[in-house]
């Protein structure tokens, strides 16, 4: 374990705040701490010096290392976390030295940096690929943060922390989004939300996709490189490709993301330790570790790294926006029960028995027993699920066209919806993504004609990840027995705006996700008023 090599801190009116101090104790700064990933305490001698630019700690790196931009994740009341990677030759392993590496961070009030407020050294580990997730804790406000190595500076990023769970707040805006296929467009989407500059983001998976690239691939073509990704370093390179896209960069850079993940950042349709193809089982606990480590790194994420190759890791977790959001966030693969009938998709044949086992679950008994507690004791107004597949019944005539959704899992399905009622959880809004279609649902407790209204779900269409089926088939999902509406032609994600009062979902749809530079508009907006846990069109 390495201690913070040095701590400066402006103790007089500095809002932002490493950590409580004063001039005649120590203080104190929080990080992950290098070998644990963990965040502890060390201690170091308060100064008074005042707020100047610290020399960066030497390096002798052999190119500009923050070729993949920067990020805050995870904020809570008192502080955010700063995330870089350090990887001058992104694409083919980083093109580090295999050596541990300090690294300034510093926060000002300014995006030039006028006035350093806070700085601290701080050290990427090689084993971490050089990654750093630095906990700031930060006073209220908008606070710009860099980070330093030797002569190179990193792109500047905004970032805050939330609103205390017990401070009244008026409104938040922020952006829902999932499914980025860096080889099926390019990422207008992300260009908008960077525009739009939310509160946050709220990412519900498929941040990577593990298809292979083509052999000959062009390295600046829009396509994947490599064989599919099956270790730490083929999993890193594959996120490096992902994250040298500018607009991307600028969504991280706008404003802090609480980031979940799907199944394509482990492998398509996995289920627990069970890969798509069975015949993969013995070694796809290796592969899975890796790729939770490797999101891990790339993830600004306040959560510690994953250290059991076998075991769980939780990512699954809540946060509050003061008392107007509570979020619970859903892991929707590490605890779910294999895919019935073989993961068949798109079939009109009845559902197959095995898809009614009551055993069947989605989110593991613990997980969802959390979930329904975190609800029922949450004092703020808007009760809020980012949840990976679509939960709203999308079955036609007892078909189950997607197995992988919760169509699959149906006994757990009416459960939950079954106990949000039971419980009177008020104002439930799911957050989903995973199909690649825009969709509004409405969530009861039993059937069409006489069920309870218990919730709201609002699925984002995918960045950049091509559409499931064409845009003539948007009258068969509008007939899906919980469907309000559905559009399957565009890419892009839902802005959410949320008052005491009002749910505002506007979904923004990209004119030609092949356009970097695209159009970005409002296709259609919903509303949901407090009190009612129904959807209406804007
Ligand atoms: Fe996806």
């Known amino acids: 374990m390495q201690p913070i090599s040095r701590r400066m801190f402006l103790a007089s009116a500095a809002a932002v705040v490493v950590a409580a101090c004063s001039d005649s104790s120590p203080s104190s700064v929080s990080t992950f701490t290098p070998g644990t990933g963990g965040a502890v305490t060390t201690t170091g001698p308060a100064t008074s010096a005042p707020p100047t630019t610290a020399p960066a700690p030497a390096a002798d790196l052999p190119g500009y290392p923050f070729t993949l931009g920067v990020a805050s994740g995870d904020p809570d009341a008192t502080s955010v976390v700063l995330w870089t990677r350090l990887a001058p030759d992104p694409l083919s392993g980083g093109g580090m030295p295999p050596t541990d590496i300090d690294v300034l961070w510093e926060a000002s009030a300014t995006p ?111 396509v994947h490189l490599g064989p599919e990704p099956t270790d730490v370093e083929t999993y890193r390179n594959r996120y490096a490709r992902y994250k040298t896209d500018p607009h991307l960069q600028a969504a991280h850079a706008a404003c802090p993301w609480f980031v979940i993940w799907d199944d394509h950042e482990v492998e398509n349709n996995y289920a627990g330790l069970m890969p798509q193809d069975p015949a993969d089982a013995a070694a796809f606990a290796a592969r899975r570790f890796a790729a939770y480590k490797v999101w891990w790194e790339h993830t600004p994420t306040r959560l510690d790294a994953p250290t059991d190759p076998n075991g769980e890791y939780r990512i699954y977790r809540d946060a509050q926006w003061g008392d107007l959001l509570e979020l619970a966030l859903l892991d929707g693969r590490q605890y779910r029960t294999d895919q019935a009938c073989g993961d068949i998709t798109l079939s009109l044949e009845p559902a197959c028995v095995e898809t009614f086992d009551p055993a069947r679950t989605m989110l593991g008994g613990e997980q969802q027993e959390w979930l329904l507690s975190t609800l029922q004791e949450s004092a703020a107004v808007w009760n809020v699920v980012g949840n990976q597949v679509v939960l709203a019944d999308a079955t036609i005539n007892g078909a189950v066209l997607n197995y992988d959704q919760w169509d699959g899992y149906p006994a757990a399905r009416t459960e939950l919806l079954h106990s949000l009622a039971k419980r009177a959880i008020p104002n439930v809004v799911v957050l989903t993504g995973d199909i690649h279609l825009a969709a509004v649902a409405q969530l009861r407790d039993g059937d069409r004609a006489t069920g309870t209204d218990v919730g709201v779900e609002f699925v984002t269409t995918s960045i950049s990840s091509d559409g499931l089926v064409g845009d003539e088939l948007t009258d068969v999902f509008k007939a899906f027995p919980d469907l309000v509406d559905a559009e399957l032609a565009h890419r892009g994600y839902t802005l959410h705006t949320v008052t005491r009062d009002l749910w505002t979902a506007d979904y923004r749809i990209v004119a030609e996700v092949a356009d970097p530079d695209s159009e970005v508009t409002t296709f259609s907006t919903y509303e949901v008023a407090v009190g009612t846990n129904r959807v209406t069109t804007a």
């Not at 769970?165 to 999932?178: I, L």
Request: charged share 20%; aromatic share 10%.
């Open 112 to 222: 030039e940096f006028a006035g350093v407020v806070a700085s601290a050294v701080v050290t990427s580990m090689a084993d971490h690929g050089h990654t750093l997730h630095v906990r700031a804790e930060l006073d209220p406000g908008e606070w710009y943060y860099r980070f330093r190595v030797g002569e190179h500076i990193s792109p500047v990023g905004r970032t805050h922390v939330a609103p205390a769970a017990d401070e009244q707040v008026e409104g938040v805006r922020f952006a829902a989004a999932s499914c980025q296929n860096y080889a099926n467009g390019h990422y207008a989407a992300h260009r908008d939300i960077a525009e739009q500059q939310p509160d946050f983001v709220v990412w519900l998976g498929d941040y990577i996709y593990e298809s292979a690239g083509g052999a000959n691939a062009n390295p600046d073509a829009r």
